[in-house]
């Protein structure tokens, strides 16, 4: 198992994720809108917000590619089947505890459920499992997160050989 391999899942699987999220969006499957939520830590623009939002997803991917890949080695073994429970592990923490926990911790612009009624962050609270964007979004986050998840491993499997 190389480290490469881990970095190139990390980047093909959040392509294939962040374009996911994306088309849900466009479907209208879901409100969420990774880029902007997680640029709007940096900026107020709304434009510049998604140029940040996604290289900062981006960064995000690879330095959970590196977790998944310290996991893979832990264990001894890679495989989009570990990958796939390291993905919905992924997807459970996201849309619990990075999103509500963590990230409004660091988020000017966010609102939390503890926010006051005269407040106006831009972004409303995520909520549990990111429900406060729309029924939809939990399934396609988690399937999202489960094709990261395989295709992480997938790429750390075939760097083994």
Known sequence: MRVWGALAGGFA?????????????HLRLTRMDIPFLLGTAF????????????TAHF???LVFALVYYAGFVALGQ???????????????????????VLLPVVHPRMGTPDSAADSS?????????LLNYGRGTPTLTILAHLAYGAIVGIFVGASAR
């Open 78 to 100: 890679a495989g989009w089947k570990l990958g796939l429970v390291f993905g919905l592990v992924h997807a459970l923490f996201a849309g619990t505890t990075l999103v509500n």
């Open 59 to 61: 960064v995000a991917g």
């Open 13 to 25: 699987g959040t392509l294939v994720l962040t374009t996911a999220l994306a088309a849900g969006s």
């Open 43 to 54: 900026t107020d623009d709304r434009t510049r917000a998604k140029v940040f939002g996604y």
């Open 121 to 129: 962050p831009l972004l409303e609270s995520p909520g549990f499992m």
